[in-house]
């Protein structure tokens, strides 16, 4: 780089870093400079500050973009005042309910702060067991889409479409893979910084914790684990869940995580704490976020609570198409329970008024109704290659339990398969059944042949029993909540435990 270009990025990164400042209120400057300190101190001295590479999860949410916005602001403040500054790695963790709207997002965010082109950051996707340069329309991979698929319609069918089970579990069982493949890529890092709120972390270490005991793993305090050790803990947990999840004979090869390596670092990289800094309620940074950041609260990626996954639109399309086909409600019905859970959790989370307002809004027309309808009907072809039909055959889960409830599926969506009902149960048990059968089973749960066999073995998920983890996964979740439903049986209202985001 010639001298009169370095001069030339130098301003431009003396622009970006004013300009950053200027939304930033009296409380947040502050933050900043003990951030900035810390930073130092953890470096071993702002002579070493140059050597430092710093770590940071960015979901493409709300929450973690300013996270990286603070960083950064960091980064450069460092550069004007020092020889050199600390670098920066910046990882997203790709899933299916990262739409392309959360990936213009991150680039919005990437552009404002001048990261592309700047050699001390570095911007990341983990995709499954690849790491890549970030692009803006770089595509989810094939393995990963169809493990995404995978985990969604095992988890979907052992519990008849608990929310959480199928859209969320595996997902943030993952996330030690995430961390560890990001932290070790290239020539490593010194320190990971979360994204999250103190609320969500404190939350996520406590659901991680019990899981862990409960599994005769020996987790002393959250907070006093090492990064290897907390990879370690949750990667733990995560064996157990699949192998529940797939069965033994099921598992995929690749799944587990692969012991990683720290190039040129003597040790595993160290959590940095930063949650204490930074304010997490959304209005007080909003000019940040959509002024200068570029962010946009898209339709499909902002769902209730999350402004980063698409997954809780399906989540509450999902209890429509129950309360429509497997109840015998309205569609309109199942919407308007999910939407008292999710009202509840964005108060709880204190998100914005004008957002949970905006959230709500968007169903409380009937044809904002039918919009939001086929808005999930097309995000779920596009994400995990599912139409209508195969939801509605998860919800009633019909092929676990030996098939128990196949008759009952068939008998309200598809009489005309009562009479081949026993053909169904011989292919679903590893007999010879027409060939024609087969295809319909198929066609009509979006799963194979073997994958469906698989189901007919298994037991359905018994959310009452301590010894499934899958079940102890879900008593432990925060994000669940008791909404008033009609008992099916009796008509009578009753409360239903129900989870989501």
């Given amino acids: 780089m010639s001298s009169i270009h370095e001069q030339a990025m130098k301003y431009v990164y003396q622009q970006v870093l004013q300009r950053l400042l200027s939304y930033f209120n009296r409380a947040e400057r502050t933050a900043l400079q003990l951030l900035i300190q810390r930073l130092i101190v953890a470096a071993g001295g702002i002579e070493r500050i140059g050597d430092y590479r710093v770590l940071v999860a960015f979901s493409g949410g709300k929450d973690s973009a300013y996270t990286v916005a603070l960083l950064r602001a960091a980064q450069l403040s460092i550069a004007g005042r020092a020889p050199a500054t600390f670098n920066l790695r910046v990882a997203n963790m790709r899933h299916a309910g990262m739409t392309s709207a959360v990936m213009d997002n991150i680039h919005r965010c990437y552009s404002a702060l001048f990261l592309h082109d700047d050699p001390r950051v570095q911007l990341l996707v983990v995709d499954q067991q690849y790491v890549q340069t970030f692009e803006q329309d770089l595509p989810f991979s094939s393995p990963g889409r169809e493990q995404n698929r995978s985990d969604m319609l095992l988890g979907g069918h052992l519990t008849a479409g608990d929310a959480r089970t199928t859209f969320c579990n595996a997902c943030y069982l993952s996330m030690a893979e995430f961390l560890g493949r990001a932290a070790s890529w290239g020539e490593g890092v010194d320190a990971v910084v979360s994204g999250d709120s103190l609320k969500e972390q404190k939350q996520y270490a406590a659901w991680i914790t019990r899981l862990a005991r409960h599994n005769g793993q020996t987790v002393s305090q959250w907070h006093k684990l090492g990064f290897r050790t907390a990879l370690n803990t949750i990667d733990g947990i995560g064996q157990i869940y699949y192998r529940e999840l797939y069965g033994e004979e099921s598992m995929p090869a690749d799944f587990m995580l692969r012991p990683l390596g720290y190039p040129g670092k003597p040790t595993a990289p160290a959590f940095l704490p930063v949650a204490d800094l930074i304010g997490f309620r959304t209005d007080e940074h909003w000019a940040l976020l959509t002024d200068f950041l570029g962010f946009r609260f898209d339709d499909l990626a902002f769902s209730f609570s999350e402004s980063d996954c698409a997954n809780p639109l399906l989540m509450a399309h999902m ?14 019905d199942g919407i308007a329970e999910y939407l008292e859970l999710a009202a509840a959790m964005m108060r709880r989370k204190r998100m914005p008024t004008r957002l949970i307002h905006q959230a709500l809004a968007a169903y409380d027309q009937a044809d904002k109704l039918e919009e939001r309808r086929a808005l999930a009907a097309g995000y779920a072809q ?83 029993d301590d010894s499934s983890i899958i079940a102890r996964v879900r008593a432990s979740d925060p994000d669940k909540g008791r909404v008033m439903t009609v008992d099916q049986r009796t008509g009578e209202a009753v409360a239903e435990l129900i989870s989501g985001r």
Wanted: hydrophobic residues 45%; proline residues 5%.
């Fill in 382 to 464: 596009e994400a995990f290659g599912l139409n209508e039909t195969q939801l509605v055959c998860l919800l009633f889960a019909p092929f676990v339990d030996a098939g128990a409830q196949l008759e009952a599926f068939l008998r309200c969506c598809h009489p005309g398969m009562l009479v081949a009902s026993a053909d169904l149960h011989r292919a679903l048990s590893g007999q010879p059944a027409p060939d024609q059968v087969v295809q319909w089973l198929v066609d009509v749960s979006g799963l194979s042949l073997k994958g469906l066999q698989n189901l007919y073995v298994r037991p359905r998920v018994d959310f009452n």
């Fill in 319 to 332: 209890r429509g198409l129950r309360a429509q086909f497997v109840q015998g409600r309205e569609y309109a």
